[in-house]
């Protein structure tokens, strides 16, 4: 596999304008973008057993890991040039003990504070 794809959720107006972003700094397009509103129903039962794909960013790396949350954002910064140093930071010891708790509480509020928007489909 030649990129990383990411899962996104294309109702959330915080996740569409956070990948409107990063795409503009992925000049060596490593990753590939995906709504969560596209993956087949059956894929997504199958991946809800653990968490659900509607509740934090999914990733699915070039070495075939999937990573979620703030372990995904994590990855995200630390591949692309301009938010490798950022990104770096977040691999320090105890970091993921404030990451992984300050994603959840931004993820679990973000339609109360952003709202939500339809999504048109591909």
Not at 1 to 28: G, S, W
Not at 56 to 80: A, H, P, W
């Amino acid at each position: 596999m030649a990129k990383h794809i990411v899962f996104y959720d294309a109702e959330c107006p915080l996740c569409r304008t956070v990948k409107a972003v990063l795409m503009r700094l992925d000049r060596n397009e490593t990753i590939t973008w995906y709504p969560v509103q596209n993956v087949r129903k059956e894929l997504q039962a199958r991946i809800n057993i653990y968490k659900n794909m509607y509740d934090e960013i999914y990733m699915y790396t070039k070495d075939r890991k999937v990573l979620t949350g703030f372990y995904t954002v994590r990855k995200i910064l630390s591949v692309l040039p301009a938010t490798k140093p950022i990104g770096m930071l977040f691999y320090l010891p105890l970091v993921d003990y404030i990451g992984d708790p300050a994603y959840r509480f931004v993820s679990t509020r973000r339609y109360k504070w952003f709202g939500r928007v339809p999504y048109e489909g591909l």
